[in-house]
């Protein structure tokens, strides 16, 4: 309630780590617990990240209300500027499946300090969009002609009935002024080698070597592909394993800027394997993996499942590599 | 606001033809057009249908907020009253990815009048629950606890990422007291036998003699297969095409209760055909036909596109022969 | 070998069960046991089914050499013609990815007393046909054209990446004079409605009173919805639980044309229940509920899996009804 | 004919490029066009690709019999051996549903000088494995016991109705003697990144340094991720794109070794936007674009469709680029 719109100073996109924050529940009610949300990201942003995603997949955003979104939202801004990270952007995911709820939910991000919005191809009708590229490209141009911030458009099949985004459509959009990037968690690497080549804009003899916001920020959507993305001209990624492994994520990034590819490779292996927990077992597994490791994580609303034993004891051997890695950095 | 919870009179779903209303918008603002929902709605009661519903897939129900969705549902609710149709039951569509907010739903259909709840499975998390059914199972039966309206399965694997609910799945629920009916969209009709066998309690020597309700409510999802619904002991159909064609829907229920197979197989044959067009075009093409033949109609929200000159006229002709048997009857 | 071709006598195919026979193997070698094969052809056959199906999915077609499917086709001929059944015709499953393939498969079929082609269309290169429906529909027309006997066009989405043909290709093809039937294993009734009216010529008052041969044979895909695929004018169905249950399916049939509606659904209800252990599970639960009821089965071809006790355990229960109600027929 | 199995000399797979040759057919007839499958495999040789596979999805396995598959093989191998290439290993296709009929093409490669086996997951009964990976590793090992050939993975879901075999699986299976590689044609690098790590062996300081047969081979199944293979530790890739640009594929390969990645990233531009073409269309616009381009191609088989004149002139210009870049090499 206390934030001032007037803050929303721009906060550039530059290369590096960002996180999908999950979203933290009271055990027993199933409400924000917002003292939680507050410490994990100023915890992200001390370990050097150079932004937070709020709502993503992650963040449960499908199991949240508009006000509990700002709530979310608004909480993390504070949060950040009260520990000294005014400067680190927050994006915030906005996909919904009409025009006017997208917009809504950019203009409501905005209102409580979002700097960017995170945006997932309609997909509910898609079998009545023709041709389906047309209907989804109007789509993002409209939602971006009508948000207060910038747009990223989401790549990610798995949540929108399998609708994969091809080069050509996320080139053409980022055209518009205001559409500024993409997150692929598609995994396809061969397109964002095609992304990057059409939207780089100015060569540069030497790889990922500036700090400066590129012109369209192209972020692999997984830890397990860190190098990938970067050999590929890709500027960072936006993967939950972060959540976990902050600084493992942006070490592997370091190393790989320096040249240093064996000791990159070698992180990268151990990212990799620890993100196959997460990736199996998603947002439950994650949370389960910080409850044992961190102490705190908690619960998924329902109907996610709360994990047995069994999975609370699987999931912890599957990140001990992984949280050793990450307390020895 | 007119609306009083009070007037929450029982009504009761009895054999006969359902229909998922759509959403009407002004053209140019796409705000709700209550009007034309208000007068379509007083239509279809007029043809003779048993129950509406509000926020299906035609209804555009991911195209509303939570506010919209009750403005249509009290609209539709006060409309049927004034025209002298207070015993006809609304049935609202309530599916959302949480528990908590499919709760929501069923409160806030129930507040504006709602009698039903039409509940699709969660879907967007799908890959973490373990195993599947049984985090289904436990989703329906803690919203089913929670509503204070019962609650009817929607079993549409095309709009929830391919989640079809088995017959053991609908049968174990259909014992929850709150649970009392489905709607099968799949078209699985061994399914519906199944279903109608498990839950029929007492056998009965003729099919769909009784104009009483059933003690768990079987509807066929498309009128395309309306007989195929009665022969297994179905109750009726919740269909789309009942919004061009209620009478010929009924019709096909009258001759076929009559024992008139050869003449409900005729009429059958003349629906099918034009449920072809709606099921190809979905909304957009329903909306449109009924532009062309009816007069009203009009456009869905943004992103569903507007339909071209030539789908327009291609439509018109697909339900030139279904308007005709309409106006005849 | 001792088959002779000029064998190749006129077999119709006319209203009633068909069944899609699943191969014998040694449970040592897996090489065909082709006199568990001649002697199931048999027992269905005096059972009083109108016709049979190799190398259908149950037939494991895709497990089998050329030479094997001929082998099997030519036993089940010689074993029908020495009992007594050489009017019975037989369908051999022929589907294949090329045009050229396909027509050998028809050729061979034909070779050795195959009457009927059930043909898939070709789904492993879908993604490069374009449009897709004009390439499905040259493949078959194609085919028709080059084969020497007549085709039924199958259409089970499963079993083709989920390439499912539309009433309007289904009902475009049985324009040519060699396409003579469909199978819809897609369940879809709604569909059946469509292609029986554009097919059925003659228009009958009486539902399924003729026995002759319709100019275009529609059968329904499982026994689970036998009831399901008359009423809309289908004429049978080719249906893999009719290899446990032959007469209950052909009594469903029986009690159906006599307007025995009652009785017919009853029946129906225990073939619905029996037929989901038989989806469930497919050719292995089939196989297993064979050998427990009837002592014989066996096992299907690697990698297939052989059921663990518990599987055949759930299997005998999950069958009890349905082979006592056999039993009693 | 004149084949000698005794000439089937070790042939080590080697980091390097692999390219999986398309079979050519003549126009009019059909049949083998052997003096161009011949003169490709020479040409490609020549261009220093260190192996080939035959009956791939790009050789149109599924569209030849046995004995043409052993034809394209033998002539294949002849060739290369006539042109000095004796030292280059072929790998032969040898996907089926059977464990039986996987075994036999293991052993008809064998017998015409196939060096090594490409075997896809059977998927056409999946459902009916239980569980699911449990009967995939056993199919595996069981073929690789049989063959006489050493068997690569073929990792492709879009080829097997979206069976996606996991890091888990791949890696188990690799402990196998006579499973000595993988091709992953999903695209997912996190998954080469787990593949790797697991089965490399012994770590080296230097990336992709050594040319020397790995313990267990991971190739990329794309050229548009090439780098993104490499900087994960795979070997290199097997990618139908190699039959268009094989120079440029090798190109890259060579820059990345001597770690020149500003030219390597803008080769991989040129490959990737190249890629896209051949993406699209697949073994159509390949074919297409040879023919344009090099004066040979000509059609695959039906129902395969031959291309119009438009998608001949798109398909050329979309491989303009990466032919002009071919040339200067």
């Not at 997932?120 to 009508?146: C, H, K, N, R, W």
């Not at 002024?177 to 080549?197: D, E, S, Y």
């Not at 993100?275 to 996610?304: C, E, F, H, N």
């Amino acid at each position: 309630a206390s934030f001032d719109p007037e803050d929303n100073m721009p906060r550039h996109l530059v290369p590096g780590v960002y996180v999908p924050t999950p979203c933290f529940f009271d055990p027993v009610t199933e409400d924000l617990d917002t003292a939680t949300i507050a410490s994990h990201a100023v915890r992200l942003a001390q370990a050097g990240v150079v932004g937070l995603a709020t709502q993503g997949s992650n963040g449960e955003a499908v199991h949240l209300t508009h006000s509990e979104r700002q709530t979310v939202t608004s909480t993390t801004r504070s949060a950040l500027n009260s520990a000294g990270f005014s400067h680190i952007p927050i994006i915030v995911g906005c996909g919904a499946q009409s025009v006017r709820e997208t917009v809504q939910y950019c203009r409501e991000a905005y209102a409580v300090g979002g700097d960017y919005a995170l945006v997932l191809p309609p997909a509910y009708y898609a079998g009545l969009f023709a041709p389906a590229s047309a209907s989804v490209i109007e789509f993002f141009q409209t939602v971006a002609d009508q948000s207060p911030i910038p747009i990223l458009i989401y790549n990610y099949p798995g949540a929108v009935s399998g609708m994969d985004l091809s080069s050509d459509v996320i080139i053409q959009l980022s055209a518009h002024p205001n559409i500024v990037g993409v997150k692929l968690t598609c995994g396809n690497t061969g397109k964002l080698n095609r992304i990057v080549a059409a939207t780089k804009g100015t060569k540069s003899s030497k790889p990922q070597s500036s700090s400066a916001a590129p012109p369209f920020l192209v972020l692999g959507g997984s830890a397990d592909f860190t190098m990938q993305s970067l050999i590929g001209g890709g500027h960072g990624i936006l993967a939950g394993l972060a959540n976990i492994s902050p600084k493992a994520c942006i070490e592997i990034m370091r190393l790989y800027r320096e040249g240093n590819f064996a000791e990159a490779q070698e992180m990268q292996e151990v990212v990799a394997r620890g993100d196959w927990t997460a990736i199996q077992g998603g947002i439950v597994s994650t949370k389960s993996g910080m409850q044992s490791w961190l102490g705190y994580g908690g619960y998924s609303r329902s109907p996610l499942p709360r994990p047995t034993s069994e999975q609370n004891a699987k999931w912890k051997e599957g990140f001990r590599e992984l949280f050793a890695l990450e307390k020895s950095l």
